[in-house]
């Protein structure tokens, strides 16, 4: 699929204010209305309910594009493919439009983190109660991307059935009474992406819940985590790249006038850069396949999608790293962004699932083991 017309002018706005989104802390509200302007914010849903029929290679197109001028904008971006795939896999008896709708213009996101499971999103303690025909919600989430700007959440709670471990994913929409932001978002990198604190407390119906009673776990599994976990390796490219060309740009620029040397005119410094292309173009290689091997599933798939995110993350990780001290004080200071795509790079790994839980989980695939 040809994305650049719909590419292009988000990413000119995306770039206009990525600068201010991380030092304000501000949200992105101009590169949100240009990816709603663009359709893209129903890239993977499918062509009947307005979407563009997208898989997950377009994704990656997108998100490293994207996650290359404001990380910001692209994990709130991230947040919301993965909420509509949810959607998209089950959709909720009671929404009819909902797809359409997030195919065009509503901002939708993910709450799954708990205050008491912490990292561990498949279970959350929370617990729905029946009451007479009606789903009483009551659960506080950790963390939630666009808490605030977001038009619709999808949440997880334990199902108020018996199976004591049984999951339910639910659509909450931000209007309903008893959904609120309790905290503010103050985070070292991705500044702008209001991953804050929320609280729900409220009355829904059965046609509220996506899929079956307790069919949560499974969607979250199969249906939400091979989108994340890919768009999320994506981003980490995004960040790489954008810290590989500042540093090559960089390195290649500054000069030694004493010696009349440039940083790249060095050895040492050069090996360092060949290093971290070395390394991103290996982790983009396994990216590509991952989404590819998501478009086109057989029984290495869910290898791969336990797999992308922790390479990616650890390799964003030492790309900038090395970025920071290849380009020295002039890294430290802002003016080559370059301690912004470090910053941001930090957050993918600690983004549930966890780049070290994830590690856990493909040993325990490669060792035959069971998951949970
Ligand atoms: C920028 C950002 C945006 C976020 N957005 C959302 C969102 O939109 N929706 C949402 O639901 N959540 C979101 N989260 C929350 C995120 O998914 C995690 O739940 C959160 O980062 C966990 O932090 P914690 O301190 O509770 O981790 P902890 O669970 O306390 O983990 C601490 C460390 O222990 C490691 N660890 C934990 N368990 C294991 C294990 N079994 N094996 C090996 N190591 C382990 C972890 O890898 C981590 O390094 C976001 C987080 C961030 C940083």
Redesign the pocket.
């Known amino acids: 699929m040809d994305l650049s017309d719909r590419l292009e002018p988000v990413l000119d706005s995306a770039r206009q204010s990525a600068r201010e989104v991380d030092a304000d802390g501000s949200f992105p509200v101009q590169a949100l209305d240009a990816l709603r302007r663009s359709g893209l914010l129903g890239l993977t849903l499918p062509p009947r309910e307005g979407g563009l029929g997208g898989g997950p290679e377009d994704l990656v197109e997108v998100l490293s594009a994207l996650a290359a001028v404001c990380g910001s904008t692209a994990?709130v971006y991230l947040?919301h493919v993965s909420a509509a795939m949810a959607v998209a896999a089950a959709p909720p008896a009671g929404h009819p439009s909902l797809l359409p709708r997030l195919a065009s213009d509503s901002l939708a996101?993910?709450?799954?983190?708990?205050v008491g499971?912490?990292?561990?999103?498949w279970a959350p303690v929370s617990r729905a109660g029946r009451e007479g025909d009606k789903i009483a919600l009551r659960a506080a989430?950790?963390?939630?991307?666009?808490?605030g700007h977001a038009e619709v959440y999808v949440m997880?709670t334990l199902a108020p059935q018996a199976d004591e471990g049984a999951v339910d994913l639910y659509v909450v929409l931000a209007d309903s009474p008893g959904v609120e932001v309790a905290g503010s978002w103050r985070?070292l990198?991705?500044r702008g992406?209001a991953?804050s604190p929320m609280r729900f407390e409220l009355l829904a119906h059965d046609g509220d819940r996506i899929g079956e009673p307790g069919g949560g776990f499974d969607l979250m599994l199969q249906s939400v985590m091979p989108w994340f976990n890919v768009g999320n390796a994506a981003v980490s490219l995004g960040l790489a790249q954008a810290a590989l060309d500042a540093t090559v740009a960089h390195a290649s620029g500054a000069r030694f006038q004493h010696t009349g040397e440039g940083l790249a005119d060095l050895p040492t410094i050069r090996a360092q850069l060949s290093r971290i292309a070395l390394d991103l173009a290996m982790a983009r290689a396994y990216v590509e396949k991952a989404a590819r091997s998501l478009a086109a599933p057989d029984d290495s798939t869910m290898l791969h999608v336990l797999g992308v995110k922790a390479a990616a993350n650890d390799m964003a990780l030492r790309v900038t790293d090395t970025a920071m001290r290849v380009c020295g004080g002039a890294a430290f200071s802002e003016h080559l962004q370059l301690e912004r795509f470090f910053r941001d790079a930090r957050?993918g790994?600690?983004?549930?699932?966890?780049?070290?839980?994830l590690?856990?989980f493909y040993g325990k695939a490669i060792t035959g083991r069971e998951l949970f």
């Open positions: 994990m947040m996101t993910l709450a799954f983190s708990e499971s912490r990292s561990h999103f989430k950790s963390w939630v991307t666009s808490a997880s985070g990198g991705l992406n991953s957050a790994h600690v983004m549930a699932p966890t780049a070290d839980v590690y856990d």
